[in-house]
């Protein structure tokens, strides 16, 4: 594996290996076993897998977020290598914004919703770095993890708005033993709140068989209720919607692909995960 830091070298030296066939997965490090499988599903499905490692401070709105963001590139690249990464792209800021980003997105009502909602600004931040990676490594796949499951709608909106001819793959959520979902965010939760946070994914399986009987509403409500007994947890939202649309829907049948989203505060710690009823 070999690391690069400059888009010039990075575009040098993937024209040189003249492949038919290049995979991507952008990443902010901190990798856990869910970078991990992406990456291994590049390097499966690809002659070249690059990876890219960068904070980007644009899709942060929260400045204590971004200092607070967990960074381990030895070990990082360490994890890389075992994967069977070919590249590991880790840019500096000044190279990814030699000057100031200030291009708009518009993603209507994909981003008006939860994250969007909660977090103004993130999916342009988004969208900017992800379209100058793609514009640096120009994939012919990249790779994201259906834990955040409204980014992978954005950057499918992206993509088509942008038109890249990049296939954009989404896969399936790597939990912990406990069934929390594998988060670079996890390594600042304390032993304890670690425990306690699989109460998340807990209460979304149960769910499931809750909603068989009972309205949308009610099943919003039942979740809510489920973290009101622990004073550390501090319920952003949860939402249950169309899968494409992510619209929120009142009635079971309104789609054929429902899912229900949750963004939730364990002490300071902000966690998201998302489950299926339908599709
Ligand atoms: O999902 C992430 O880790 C980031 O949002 C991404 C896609 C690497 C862009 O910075």
């Not at 400059?6 to 003249?18: G, P």
């Not at 901190?30 to 599903?41: D, M, N, T, Y």
């Not at 990464?85 to 840019?91: G, H």
Request: proline letters at 4%; hydrophobic letters at 40%.
């Amino acid at each position: 594996m070999i690391i690069i830091e400059k888009i010039a070298d990075l575009q040098a030296y993937i024209k040189s290996k003249q492949v038919k066939s290049v995979g991507f997965v952008p990443t902010m490090g901190a990798l856990h076993e869910g970078h991990i499988s992406l990456v291994k599903q590049c390097v499966q499905e690809n002659d070249l897998c690059v990876v890219s490692v960068f904070v980007n401070p644009t899709q942060f709105n929260d400045k204590n977020d971004l200092e607070r963001y967990p960074r381990t590139p030895e070990a990082d690249q360490a994890l890389l290598r075992a994967a069977g990464c070919d590249i590991a792209f880790m840019p500096s800021v000044q190279e990814m914004y030699p000057e100031e980003d200030t291009r708009q997105f518009q993603f209507g009502a994909l981003e008006t919703v939860m994250e969007g909602k909660y977090r103004p600004g993130h999916f342009n931040g988004v969208a900017q770095i992800v379209s100058k990676l793609f514009d640096a490594v120009l994939p012919n796949k990249a790779y994201f993890g259906e834990k955040d499951f409204q980014q992978v709608a954005i950057i499918r909106d992206m993509v088509k708005q942008l038109q890249y001819p990049i296939e954009i793959i989404a896969c399936p959520i790597i939990r912990e033993e406990s069934g929390l979902a594998r988060s670079s965010r996890n390594t600042l939760l304390t032993d304890e709140q670690r425990k306690k946070a699989a109460l998340i994914a807990q209460v979304l399986t149960k769910s499931t068989t809750f909603a068989t009987n009972n309205t949308v509403a009610e099943t919003i409500q039942w979740v809510n209720q489920q973290f009101t007994h622990d004073d550390e947890f501090r319920m952003d939202y949860y939402e249950i919607v169309d899968g494409n649309t992510l619209q929120p829907i009142d009635n079971w049948n309104d789609s054929d692909f429902v899912v229900g989203c949750i963004a939730i505060y364990l002490g300071k710690i902000r966690l998201i995960d998302n489950i299926h009823y339908k599709g």
